[in-house]
């Protein structure tokens, strides 16, 4: 039995790491792309034709939200969140362990906060039928994009508490050196 379920959370997080490794990823690249492009023929139409791209930076500000909170669930995944160490030297190491795990429950404690923020901000501007002032382009589709992402990290922080024990959530053998 405890094979079986040994298994299945294996199966599980093999899952979890094809979303937040491949398609996260290139949802992400093709969101960069797009943002490149938009920004490339702004310039030019702004510098060669006297003509900006119209929207385009309404177009750019969106891309730019997508991009940053779709890479958050594979930041929080790899453990790869920028860390200031000033106490670290002052910590013994026994309780390391243990200092990691109060620096994952207060980033669980955050994240879901923030996740939990954002999808209320979600249902608010569905109500209010929030858009952008020049495209109309509303914001309830990038809000709930930034809700799930921000959902996804939490869930990838609870995983690493309690199936990783304060690893990172996939064992990849990336940069497993630097934490």
């Known amino acids: 039995m405890r094979n ?3 298994r299945i959370v294996e199966l599980s ?5 094809f979303l937040y490794g491949r398609i996260l990823a290139y949802v992400a690249a093709f969101a960069m792309l797009v943002m490149m492009f938009v920004t490339f023929v702004d310039v030019v139409g702004r510098d060669l034709f006297s003509s900006p791209l119209p929207g385009g930076f309404e177009v750019t500000e969106f891309l730019l939200a997508t991009l940053i909170f779709l890479g958050l669930p594979m930041v929080t ?8 160490d ?10 390391k362990p243990i200092q990691n ?3 994952i429950l207060i980033n669980i404690m955050c994240f879901g906060v923030l996740s939990w923020m954002l999808w209320k901000m979600t249902i608010q501007t569905y109500e209010y039928q929030d858009t952008t002032a020049i495209l109309q382009i509303p914001y309830t589709g990038l809000v ?7 959902s996804l990290s939490t869930a990838a922080l609870v995983l690493m508490l309690f199936v990783r024990r304060g690893k990172p959530l996939f064992s990849n053998g990336k940069n497993q050196g630097s934490k």
Do not use: Q
């Open 4 to 6: 079986i379920s040994k």
């Open 86 to 95: 000033l106490l670290d030297s002052t910590v013994p190491e026994y309780l």
């Open 77 to 84: 995944a790899a453990n790869e969140h920028v860390d200031v």
């Open 13 to 17: 997080l093999n899952a979890l790491e």
């Open 144 to 150: 709930a994009l930034m809700a799930t992402c921000s």
């Open 101 to 103: 795990i109060l620096i």
